[in-house]
């Protein structure tokens, strides 16, 4: 190699280009507030912020490292009960320590559980591993009603995060106040788990995810490496745990939960694992379907349940694989053929999926209602649930829909691929290298 | 033993048995260091599982395996590769998802001295991404640089199991039928760049071609159901009664 292609060797580390994305994030994480000030609003977006920590810190397993985890809310739990003892040993004793370096204990211990887990848990990834996580969780869950000096039992463990000195002049006595000190863990934890992935040990866990085998005659024992992944994910699932603490004022049996695991899978998932938004994504949109949808339906879950299964079938890769889908038309300058076809499909398929939400709601209307009460409120209309036009209108509304989107999705398929293909003519250099590539490919 | 005459690799009464089969049954073997060594024999003579054993794939049922002076025994691969000795497999075995770079890097995380390390950036090492070029100019991938390895052409997978084998710096390598299923001109171009990246080390290599075997090797052992019938100098090899009979003849004329 020449002197001047060693000097012209570019190193991509920090560049204006790749710190960009994390300025724009941390600047609106700041004024999102301001924007959606009132303080049911900040207790959403409270918890939004806590779940997306929670969600990356499990991506770190199941995308990054591919082990599945039915029990990962262990050490969140972990994190957070530990919390919140030391919230009130620190209260007793009015020892000095400022309540927004707390999540740092919830991460230590939620790196001491994964510590003693995972010795025993990652020595493979596969079925044994998912069984320990299942065994694990449903041990500690038991733990949590049993051991009532730690755990609370029912009631739970109530602390005061308002409890020492100000920090600065702030007491977190305001949602506002302990807002900004989660977004600052936020930041932070997102930070460094994107940075962990750059690391000899976070290439290591993509390599030993396709491939173990290989990497062992690499020089690398997949297990070690699946070991400080595991590790990894406890501590940054701890600093959610003990967040949560600080956010809610109270702990129960359910922050460890095998329920919670399982939702935190389900929006690693929904988010995408492949790319390191995703479960970002997954976080924001499962937190608003469960606040704001919850509020309108007790059937959230039928919808979030649903979705679920049609991610799980028909986009493995997540909102965020859908999203990178797009990234070739975007390069190529060809989104805007996708938006008429995008929009002769989606639309009816919205419809389609309203009127099904509709025929849910009206049969559970009717089933669940008290007696004589036969009014039921849906999309701004009211009616009575037994009579026969407004279900016959729900069907009727999601069969033309389904049929319109079904006839229409292979055209929006073809844009899709139009849309990522190179112009033959023009694009000669951007599709140099696939054409060259199908040569090589073929002559072989 | 002095170092400089102490084999690279030694078997001694090796064997291995799967159930109640005895697939190697006893073999005696020392290769020299910077011989270019060949293993030949018919399918199923145990090849691949002689290779299994030496790198800690398997563990052996009886006998020996001396790296560099060094019992093997109850080591993991990860372990013997540590040792200096790294190897390819005759199915493919790469890191499909990442790219063509990624997989060089990761093969040359370990002996960088990276270890399990989370506190450097890979990015961030120019001596890591110019070792890393480096291998993809020897294995001629560089214009493949940034595709995901699962992509590759047959040709150009086995050239960056190649590349992903020697990126370490053993100085023992194992080659696991490199050219199988591969034209001619295919052929000609990884016996070439077997023959540049294993310059100064001990090579051991499976091999059916018995052109490649015959232009590469230094020294020939025929493995027939589980044992060693000859070793010698290709030519010794070539006119031995006993791997006439048992092999070579039928593999000469098929190869004509
Ligand atoms: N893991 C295993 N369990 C049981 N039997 C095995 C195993 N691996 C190999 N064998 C058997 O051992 C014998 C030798 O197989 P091996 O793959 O070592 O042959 P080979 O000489 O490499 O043949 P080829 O030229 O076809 O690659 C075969 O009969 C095979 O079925
Ligand atoms: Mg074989």
């Known amino acids: ?444 | 033993m002095s170092t400089s005459t102490m084999p690279a690799l030694e078997l001694d009464g090796l064997r291995k048995s799967f159930g109640k089969t005895e697939i190697i049954r006893g073999v005696d073997l020392a290769i020299g260091r910077g011989e270019r060594h060949a293993i030949i024999g018919p399918n199923g003579a145990g090849k691949s599982t002689l290779f299994n054993l030496i790198t800690g794939r398997f563990p052996n049922s009886g006998g020996h395996i001396r790296l560099h002076g060094n019992d093997l025994a109850g080591r993991q691969p990860f372990e013997i590769n540590r040792m200096g000795l790294s190897r390819s497999f005759q199915i493919t075995n790469i890191f499909p998802k990442m790219t063509v770079f990624e997989n060089v890097r990761c093969s040359l995380l370990w002996t960088k001295g990276y270890k399990y390390s989370f506190w450097h950036m890979v990015s961030r090492s120019r001596d890591l991404t110019q070792a890393a070029e480096a291998i993809l100019e020897q294995i001629n991938l560089t214009a493949r640089r940034d595709l995901p390895a699962g992509v590759l052409s047959y040709a150009e997978q086995r050239a960056l199991e190649i590349g992903i084998t020697i990126a370490g710096g053993a100085d023992v390598i194992m080659l696991d039928e490199p050219t199988a299923g591969m034209s001619h001109s295919e052929t000609d171009y990884i016996v070439e760049l077997i023959r540049k990246v294993t310059v100064g080390k001990t090579l051991i290599m499976v091999e059916h071609d018995m052109g490649v075997v015959f232009g590469l090797a230094d020294r020939i052992s025929v493995l027939v159901y589980g044992e060693i019938i000859a070793t010698g100098k290709p030519e010794d090899v070539r006119s031995d009664a006993k791997v006439q009979e048992a092999y070579l003849g039928a593999a000469l004329e098929a190869d004509h």
């Open chain 1, 1 to 444: 190699m020449s002197d001047i292609s060693q000097s012209a060797m570019k190193l991509p580390g920090i560049t204006a280009a790749n710190a960009a994305p994390w300025l724009i994030a941390t600047l609106f994480l700041l004024v999102l507030p301001f924007i959606f000030s009132a303080n049911s609003a900040i207790t959403i977006m409270n918890q939004m912020a806590i779940t997306i920590i929670f969600a990356l810190a499990y991506n770190m397993l199941l995308g990054q490292g591919g082990m599945l985890s039915f029990g990962h809310a262990v050490y969140l739990g972990a994190g957070g009960f530990m919390c919140m003892h030391i919230m009130n040993y620190v209260e007793d004793y009015s020892l000095p320590l400022p309540l927004p370096l707390l999540p740092l204990f919830g991460g230590i211990f939620g790196l001491g559980l994964a510590t003693i887990v995972g010795a025993f848990s990652t020595r493979s990834a596969g079925t044994v591993f998912a069984m320990i996580s299942l065994g694990i969780g449903e041990l500690l869950a038991a733990c949590s009603i049993i051991i009532v000096a730690f755990f609370g039992g029912e009631e739970g463990i109530p602390g005061d995060r308002t409890y020492g000195l100000p920090f600065f002049g702030v007491e977190f006595l305001q949602q506002i106040e302990v807002y900004y000190l989660i977004i600052f863990w936020l930041v932070l934890s997102a930070l460094l788990m994107f940075l962990f992935s750059r690391t000899p040990a976070g290439r290591m866990a993509n390599a030993v995810r396709d491939n173990p085998e290989r990497a062992e005659f690499l020089g690398y024992s997949a297990r070690r490496v699946r070991y400080i992944s595991f590790c990894a994910s406890g501590f940054f699932a701890g600093i959610a745990g003990g967040l949560l603490a600080i956010n809610l004022e109270i702990l129960t049996g359910e922050d460890l939960g095998l329920l919670l695991s399982g939702e935190i899978l389900l929006i690693t998932f929904l988010g995408g694992v492949g790319f390191f938004f995703g479960p970002i994504i997954g976080a924001i949109v499962f937190t608003l379907l469960k606040t704001v949808l919850g509020l309108e339906t007790e059937l959230w879950q039928l919808y979030v349940g649903a979705l679920f299964v049609a991610t799980v079938m028909y986009f493995p890769g997540g909102f965020a694989g859908v999203l990178m889908m797009h990234a070739p038309s975007a390069k190529l300058g060809k989104l805007k053929l996708l938006v008429v076809p995008y929009i002769k499909t989606l639309v009816p398929a919205f419809f389609a999926v309203m009127g099904a939400a509709g025929f849910f709601e009206i049969m559970f209307h009717m089933r669940h209602a008290a007696v004589g009460e036969e009014e039921m409120t849906i999309f701004w209309t009211t009616f009575n649930s037994h009579s026969v036009l407004p279900t016959a209108v729900t069907i009727g509304v999601t069969v033309v829909g389904f049929w319109l989107a079904k006839r229409s999705a292979p055209d929006m398929a073809a844009a899709w691929h139009a849309s990522i293909t190179p112009n033959k003519p023009a694009g000669a250099s951007a599709g140099e290298r696939p054409a060259d590539s199908q040569a090589q490919g073929g002559g072989s």
